[in-house]
């Protein structure tokens, strides 16, 4: 059987009335690497992560995912063939009459809500471990245990962005998209990013980082792409894509 293909993405254009957000931008990210969208504030990252999710409709472009054709389809469909986006906080919700959820039962709710459906079957989850478990390993593998019990809405920064990543993968990702999860991460817990980052790509998932600066992703990522205003301007080895004169030029360090 031939090797999945993992995401392609082509020819994406988003407009936000006179600004041109994404502009025919396209990438591939692989199962088993990790792949760096970079580019300053304002190059269209987080839009074209949106795109690719499902949270945003071009007006032109294409999604596939091994193969398939997911162009049109919902977020709620693309996350059940896999394509997972990791928010960089949690969503506002209203108050509930039982009180602000514990960073553990916010895990424990994305793994409750990730049956994985037809369209994955065979994958790896679904092995009937109750959630309770399952949300304790997420935990523990993103590093915040210790923290299981805070309010997940008081969390400090670090530990949010990770609770956030930990319900991503609750759905067992073939394609993770984690758009500036350095950011506010102390130099510790980058490292254990990067390590798991690294170990989730061996595990064949198609890792997408998406960062605003060259330095943070260099030693992570398989390939780059390089972002400026809404076009692909570089793509290739993080080194050779360093080395790029527009690059330099385009995207901080
Ligand atoms: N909802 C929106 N309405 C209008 N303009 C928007 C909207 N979202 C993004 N933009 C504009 O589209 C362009 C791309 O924004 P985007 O957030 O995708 O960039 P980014 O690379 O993710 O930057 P940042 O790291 O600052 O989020 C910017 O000019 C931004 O101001």
Do not use: N
């Given at each position: 059987m031939p090797a999945p293909e993992g995401l392609r993405v082509a020819d994406v254009t988003v407009r936000f009335g006179s600004v041109m957000a994404v502009d025919g931008a396209g990438l591939t990210a692989h199962p088993g690497t990790v792949t760096g969208l970079v580019g300053r504030d304002g190059a269209g990252k987080t839009t074209l992560c949106d795109v690719i999710?499902?949270?945003?409709?071009?007006?032109?472009?294409?999604?596939?995912?091994?193969?398939?054709?997911?162009?049109?389809?919902?977020?709620?469909?693309?996350?059940?063939?896999?394509?997972?986006?990791?928010?960089?906080?949690?969503?506002?919700?209203?108050?509930?009459?039982?009180?602000?959820?514990?960073?553990?039962?916010?895990?424990?709710?994305?793994?409750?809500?990730?049956?994985?459906?037809?369209?994955?079957?065979?994958?790896?989850?679904?092995?009937?471990?109750?959630?309770?478990?399952?949300?304790?390993?997420?935990?523990?593998?993103?590093?915040?245990?210790?923290?299981?019990?805070?309010?997940?809405?008081?969390?400090?920064?670090?530990?949010?962005?990770?609770?956030?990543?930990?319900?991503?993968?609750?759905?067992?990702?073939?394609?993770?998209?984690?758009?500036?999860?350095?950011?506010?991460?102390?130099v510790r817990r980058s490292r254990a990013l990067e390590v798991l980052l690294r170990d989730l790509a061996a595990e064949g998932v198609a890792v997408l980082v998406a960062c605003g600066a060259l330095e943070p992703v260099m030693g992570v990522c398989d390939v780059l792409h390089v972002l400026d205003a809404g076009r692909v301007i570089a793509a290739g080895p993080p080194a050779e894509v360093r080395a790029d004169r527009r690059v330099r030029d385009a995207c901080p360090a």
């Amino acid at each position: 059987m031939p090797a999945p293909e993992g995401l392609r993405v082509a020819d994406v254009t988003v407009r936000f009335g006179s600004v041109m957000a994404v502009d025919g931008a396209g990438l591939t990210a692989h199962p088993g690497t990790v792949t760096g969208l970079v580019g300053r504030d304002g190059a269209g990252k987080t839009t074209l992560c949106d795109v690719i999710a499902g949270l945003r409709r071009p007006a032109a472009g294409t999604v596939h995912l091994d193969g398939r054709d997911l162009t049109g389809s919902a977020a709620r469909v693309r996350a059940r063939h896999g394509i997972v986006r990791a928010f960089q906080r949690p969503a506002a919700r209203p108050a509930s009459p039982f009180g602000a959820p514990t960073v553990r039962e916010s895990v424990q709710a994305a793994v409750r809500r990730s049956d994985p459906g037809p369209a994955r079957w065979g994958r790896r989850r679904g092995t009937g471990r109750d959630s309770a478990r399952r949300a304790e390993e997420l935990l523990a593998r993103v590093g915040i245990a210790e923290y299981a019990d805070r309010c997940a809405r008081d969390a400090p920064p670090a530990v949010a962005v990770l609770t956030q990543l930990a319900r991503a993968l609750a759905a067992d990702p073939a394609v993770l998209l984690l758009d500036e999860a350095w950011t506010g991460l102390p130099v510790r817990r980058s490292r254990a990013l990067e390590v798991l980052l690294r170990d989730l790509a061996a595990e064949g998932v198609a890792v997408l980082v998406a960062c605003g600066a060259l330095e943070p992703v260099m030693g992570v990522c398989d390939v780059l792409h390089v972002l400026d205003a809404g076009r692909v301007i570089a793509a290739g080895p993080p080194a050779e894509v360093r080395a790029d004169r527009r690059v330099r030029d385009a995207c901080p360090a």
